[in-house]
């Protein structure tokens, strides 16, 4: 049995996304993922003004004159949603948590793809694959995926980015559009993000809170880290503390964006101050004139 809250939580997320998803993402959701997924539909001539990328080479010598490769749009998407779920995710100095604003992020962008008549997945991780759910349309079934994602009690407390990006790539063999939605706290997984995104089109959404980037100056502080409980003593009333603070996670910012760029990674950053609608919409306008 489901409790009542979890329910509210997931009708309230429902009604929360629902303007988003009419208003500003069914115009914009195809164009941003169309040729992403295209299979090949036949073999022809070739014609004056065709790609001479597309050129079959292999029929082409067998038969004396040039054929070209034709290839379709496919006609639906898979949409995989990899989450994290570790302690960390239970942070938040303003409204909501992390980890909420994970589950509405993730509603937001299933019910766009069910209006686009795509398939969703899930994949809940921490330091391990602590919940899978294959693909399929509907809303029933989008429905199921946030409750899972909101219902879910995590087994793991550390992240495991790379265990979650290799397990995607054993349960997905169709090349899939897949968010992976994590503070990505975690080290090692550059070479898995770049194996992961040969097959598929992986778009990485970070979501930091504002105190994990700067300190304000409130005295002695123990923070305790939520994913090895490891516990610091920090005088925030010392500016050179509060600096070295900010500098620590502007670099460690910094070199994520910087492995995102440098694996052709397309990358959202959102923060808990701050409404999540804008980056995403920013990044579905941005996607939407690439593929123009």
């Not at 036949?42 to 080479?57: C, F, K, L, P």
């Not at 994913?227 to 005088?235: K, N, R, V, Y």
């Not at 070199?255 to 701050?274: E, G, M, N, W």
């Amino acid at each position: 049995m489901i409790p009542k809250e979890i329910l509210k939580k997931v009708k309230r997320i429902e009604i929360t996304t629902r303007g988003l998803v009419n208003d500003v993402f069914s115009g914009e959701y195809h164009s941003v993922f169309k040729g992403r997924g295209m299979e090949f539909s036949e073999v022809r001539e070739y014609q004056i003004g065709d790609d001479i990328r597309t050129i079959d080479w292999n029929v082409t010598a067998r038969q004396g004159h040039p054929f070209v490769k034709v290839f379709e749009e496919e006609r639906e998407l898979t949409v995989m949603l990899l989450v994290d779920v570790s302690s960390s995710g239970e942070f938040g100095t303003f409204k909501q948590m992390k980890g909420e604003i994970a589950a509405e992020i993730c509603a937001l962008l299933a019910f766009s793809a069910i209006k686009n008549n795509d398939k969703v997945g899930l994949i809940i991780f921490s330091d391990q694959i602590e919940k899978y759910v294959a693909p399929k349309k509907g809303k029933a079934h989008v429905l199921r995926v946030i409750r899972e994602i909101l219902y879910h009690e995590p087994k793991g407390v550390k992240t495991n980015i790379s265990e979650a990006l290799e397990f995607l790539s054993r349960v997905t063999r169709r090349r899939s559009v897949v968010f992976l939605v994590s503070d990505f706290m975690n080290a090692g997984y550059e070479r898995a993000l770049q194996i992961a995104n040969r097959r598929h089109d992986i778009v990485a959404i970070t979501i930091t809170d504002p105190r994990e980037m700067e300190m304000p100056a409130i005295g002695f502080v123990e923070l305790e880290d939520a994913e090895t409980g490891e516990i610091i003593l920090l005088d925030t009333s010392s500016l050179e503390v509060r600096q070295e603070f900010a500098a620590t996670a502007l670099e460690s910012s910094q070199s994520r964006a910087k492995l995102f760029r440098s694996r052709k990674v397309d990358y959202i950053d959102i923060r808990t101050d701050q409404p999540y609608s804008e980056p995403l919409i920013r990044f579905f306008q941005m996607r939407a004139k690439r593929f123009r």
